[in-house]
């Protein structure tokens, strides 16, 4: 199967998954979650599905795990989209869900898809060992939480009213809670469900992740609003530090493919089976949405 | 021992269990999370390890639980209290945390509490077996979710709108939500801790909270601001049918002690041990505070 089959059949394991666990409701805020998790490239999933892969697992076996990290992430967008914290308008090129319905709705239904989020992990259908399923809870918790993800946007929002800027040591602080502790678990998951040992796909992860940071950045300095769906030039605007005001576009780019060979490098004890999570290391820095 | 030292036992093995699970961070993000869980009645973590010791639990071993839901209850209040949602600047007794800091950090500190809640549930240190503490995790993330706590919130937003006013059941059904799911799953919890059935307790918190609910109906209508620790006559002043307003103060507390008596009826397969819990729910409608 070619990358793009791969891609495209992942998306549909986790699509039937998210569809069967969202809530049927006609509230608002049940649309709202509706809408937040729709779209997407749908990166961290297929990291659980590809890891899972490498295991011989289905992608159906890790559907549950990928769906849960999917709702995750997109509570944590509906969140940052919000007027006090980012501001965003557009989204996966559709206005946010703040502008769509209304701020207490955004707030609930990234609310309830968190909830979801462990909802789905804990639920038999993830794994029928409930230590796997424990320790996926876990570990997710503590990747989503304030020594996580939440404390990289407490970082982020302090830098904008810091006296300097960052420097290179505390974006990669930044980018590693922001985005790199669920790409982290998303790359230890696929492991996890197969009971392996999950430190060289975690090691992965974490390169990989950082290059895609490092690939956002150049976007939003260089990319087309129009194709990557969502508003760019903000880090310059708002005079935020990043790896290209920091290392120039030219350097950025250097320094996301020096990530990826080590990204690479960590999937060596897998040989010829991890062939897809390779290409997925190339694929992300040269995306352009 | 009395009940008053009871709950104070139980309160302090909480506070211990949150103190030590609380970020040591020093970012505003951790400082409003350690800011929104003191103080408090502790009414869900008492539940935890009343629950638990029916069954010989010591307060000890129920501590990890209770604490998980004091935290996703406290997230739950910092988000009720933003702007957007019920707008209040004073919770037990303090500026609530959008006041005191901002609405960027109170939506952060509210999304780490709730991952922190998970995180306690799916710590080894909740119980030793993993597969207790994944239905811990998938119950209460039902309970927090779009079907439970979160679509109490949202048909809460929605009737402040509605062109009728709820009526009895309309109520019912926004309170099993709002304040409802969250006490049943403390009452269930003491039991699955104890690898017990849950259902007795379960129905016993259900009864409290409803007169739990009603007895903070009559203490907006009728109490006192400065015992209460937060604002009081909002319901009246945004025209919110409330058990008050359709029932009567006499009628709603005639409502409150017939849920109590059947509360405690929930409560007769344990005899005499049930005794704190007994006195539990005589005292949810009488607390004036």
Chains 1, 2 share one sequence.
Not at 12 to 20: G, H, Q
Not at 21 to 30: E, F, I, K, Q, T
Not at 146 to 175: K, N, R, S, W, Y
């Amino acid at each position: 199967m070619s990358f793009a089959t791969r891609r495209e059949a992942a998306a549909r394991a986790i699509a039937v998954r998210l569809d069967a666990a969202l809530p049927s409701g006609d509230m608002p805020v049940h649309a709202a979650m509706r809408h937040a998790v729709s779209g997407g490239k749908r990166l961290r999933g297929f990291l659980v599905i590809e890891g899972a892969a490498l295991f011989e697992l289905a992608p159906e076996r890790a559907a549950t795990a990928a769906a849960a990290i999917e709702a995750l992430h997109a509570y944590s967008l509906v969140h940052d989209d919000l007027p006090c914290m980012d501001d965003d308008d557009l989204r996966r090129g559709q206005p946010t869900v703040h502008v769509r319905w209304d701020e207490a709705t955004a707030v609930l239904a990234g609310d309830a898809l968190q909830s979801l989020a462990f909802e789905l992990l804990a639920d038999p259908s993830c794994h029928p060992d409930p230590g796997v399923r424990a320790d996926l809870t876990l570990r997710l918790a503590r990747a989503a939480g304030a020594q996580g993800m939440v404390l990289g946007q407490a970082l982020d929002i302090a830098a904008e009213t810091a006296e300097t800027p960052l420097d290179l040591d505390g974006i990669a602080a930044l980018q590693a809670g922001k985005t790199g502790a669920l790409i982290a678990w998303s790359g230890a998951a696929g492991a996890l469900l197969a009971s392996a040992d999950p430190a060289p796909l975690e090691l992965y992860a974490r390169r990989l992740g950082l290059a895609f940071q490092i690939a956002d950045d150049l976007m939003d300095a260089q990319g087309d609003e129009a194709r990557a769906g969502k508003r760019l030039r903000k880090d310059a605007a708002a005079g935020k530090a990043t790896f290209v005001s920091l290392l120039g576009a030219e350097g950025a780019r250097a320094r996301a493919d020096a990530l990826v060979t080590e990204a690479q490098a960590a999937l060596d004890g897998y040989g010829a089976r991890a062939g897809t999570l390779r290409d997925l290391a190339a694929y992300v820095v040269r995306r352009d949405a």
